[in-house]
């Protein structure tokens, strides 16, 4: 599976962004899919990851309440909405597979070690 994600850009403080991450050569609808961020001179940090079902969304507490990952598989397409960002959202951000049925809690999802595949990763810059 290759993976694409997409839709960064320089921003203003309070405004909405919406990342997309394209899946391509596999079964996407297997994959449960997560988004990490890495700002600048920091180490790479969870946000938000979607199970393969779509049923169960998790967050870290940062994106709790201001983002939201959904998945539309008839496109292969996870997206994270991304609300009231602030400077502190600046950061590049990556998407990432796990192997279906082998996460099932946040404590699985929010470690970087069980993502097989990884996307380019997109710019997210935001003004204050």
């Known amino acids: 599976v290759q993976l694409q994600a997409s839709g960064g850009g320089l921003v203003q403080a309070g405004d909405s962004l919406t990342l997309s991450c394209q899946a391509s050569?596999?079964?996407?609808?297997?994959?449960?899919v997560g988004w990490f961020r890495q700002a600048p001179g920091k180490e790479r940090e969870f946000s938000a990851a979607?199970?393969?079902?779509?049923?169960?969304?998790f967050y870290s507490d940062s994106a709790q309440g201001r983002f939201t990952i959904s998945r539309d598989d008839a496109k292969s397409t996870v997206y994270l909405q991304m609300n009231r960002l602030n400077a502190e959202d600046t950061a590049v951000y990556y998407c990432?597979?796990?192997?279906?049925?082998?996460?099932?809690?946040?404590?699985?999802?929010?470690?970087?070690?069980?993502?097989?595949?990884w996307g380019q990763g997109t710019l997210v810059t935001v003004s204050s």
């Open positions: 979607i199970s393969w079902s779509g049923d169960n969304t």
């Open positions: 050569g596999g079964s996407f609808s297997r994959y449960a």
């Open positions: 990432g597979a796990v192997q279906p049925t082998h996460c099932s809690g946040i404590d699985c999802y929010n470690d970087e070690a069980e993502y097989v595949f």
